[in-house]
């Protein structure tokens, strides 16, 4: 199949999914063609049968902001015709549906056919979405699309409850790719790496995030603070964002900024996540928990909250340990009793790997992508 996949293609999680989604189609033998305003941050330009078209958006006096959306319609039909595609697939709702929306109707004015398929998300649902301003035009390209479908049960059943969506809507789960997500195996590599981060004796816990509020990054660091009173540990954080200055200056008044470091945004997150003891995840909500899922991978479990789609990742207490959100003496609570407790940890450990390789493996969530794509094309999702 030939198909354009549009996304935001900076770090978040509907991005990375959907530029790993690309990547490991076009492993599979399929032609993707990336449409967005820039390359996404995960695509190396090494991978073959993959194609990158750039959405040019000029700026006139008239405009106070670039109608993105529009730019981005019409780039969308364009490749559509110049390269033959057979679908579009758009991940976040707001403006990707709509714009396809719009690109499918041009088409259609030309007698072609361009079905496109809606990736639900979280915040296009749950915070963007549900904003007046909004609200009716995304209910209107979820309802329009050819197909649609979310990342989580939680999210599915959210906006069928806020939206009033009647048309169905398919849960297909984010994934992980199990080959490059994947723990160190060599004790003697693993401590060696290790070593960069942290004394041999030391833990190292680590978080992942675009560091919004939602992620509840201070939190973090206060979970953190408690654990190092009665663990040696190491606190590395990953990403970037509008929380992270809060963060550092709590680290800092918290006299422990010397044991938290903070990595900025880092390309080869497999390669961190692998050298981490525990994850923190203390988010106020996630509708899927990604960067859990690739730490599982990793046998990296998570202190995360009882949130969203969270529960549909982790198993409170086998694969990771859920609290309230806020209950900061808790997840310090759960993750010092872990850390004290080699057996407890590695069978945890153990326990996450083998629930990512089981349920989340790219190789067993891409055929059902490449399965809907299929029954979209035939009519008969």
Not at 42 to 69: A, K, M, N, T
Not at 200 to 228: C, G, M, W
Request: glycine share 6%; with cysteine; aromatic share 8%.
């Amino acid at each position: 199949m030939r198909i354009g996949i549009t996304c935001y293609p900076t770090y978040g999680g509907s991005g990375v999914v959907a530029t790993e989604l690309g990547i490991e189609l076009a492993a599979a033998g399929h032609e993707i063609h990336f449409i967005s305003y820039s390359q996404p941050f995960r695509l190396s330009g090494r991978d073959d049968g993959i194609f990158y078209h750039e959405v040019p958006v000029s700026s006139y006096p008239l405009f106070e902001f670039p109608p993105y959306d529009l730019a981005l319609a019409s780039r969308m039909a364009e490749v559509a015709e110049l390269y033959n595609l057979d679908l579009l697939h758009v991940h976040y709702a707001i403006p990707h549906s709509v714009s396809a929306l719009l690109a499918r109707q041009m088409l259609a004015a030309r007698g072609s056919r361009l079905p496109f398929v809606t990736t639900l998300h979280g915040t296009d649902i749950t915070l963007v979405g549900l904003d007046r301003s909004y609200l009716p035009i995304t209910r209107f390209s979820i309802q329009e699309s050819d197909g649609v479908t979310s990342i989580s049960n939680y999210l599915r059943e959210k906006t069928i409850a806020d939206f009033g969506i009647t048309r169905p809507i398919d849960v297909i789960p984010n994934f992980v790719n199990c080959d490059v997500y994947t723990p160190i195996l060599d004790k003697e590599k693993r401590a060696t790496s290790r070593l960069r981060l942290a004394r041999p004796d030391e833990a190292i816990l680590i978080h992942l995030s675009n560091f919004r509020p939602v992620k509840r990054v201070v939190d973090v660091v206060k979970v953190f603070a408690k654990v190092t009173k009665s663990v040696p540990a190491q606190l590395v954080l990953v990403g970037d964002g509008p929380d992270r200055s809060a963060a550092e200056w709590l680290a800092h008044d918290l006299g422990i900024h010397e044991r938290v470091h903070f990595l900025g945004k880092q390309e080869r997150i497999n390669e961190l996540l692998a050298l981490a003891d525990l994850m923190l995840l203390p988010s106020a909500l996630e509708s899927f928990g990604l960067a859990a899922l690739e730490a599982m991978a990793c046998k990296v479990p998570a202190i995360a909250t009882r949130v969203g789609g969270i529960p549909e990742v982790i198993d409170d207490g086998v694969t990771g340990l859920l609290y309230p959100i806020g209950d900061v003496e808790a997840m310090a609570a759960g993750a010092i009793d872990l850390l004290t407790t080699p057996g407890k940890l590695e069978a945890m450990r153990d326990a996450a790997r083998k629930t990512a390789r089981t349920h989340f493996c790219s190789t067993k969530i891409v055929p059902q992508y490449v399965h809907y794509y299929e029954s979209v094309l035939a009519g008969t999702n």
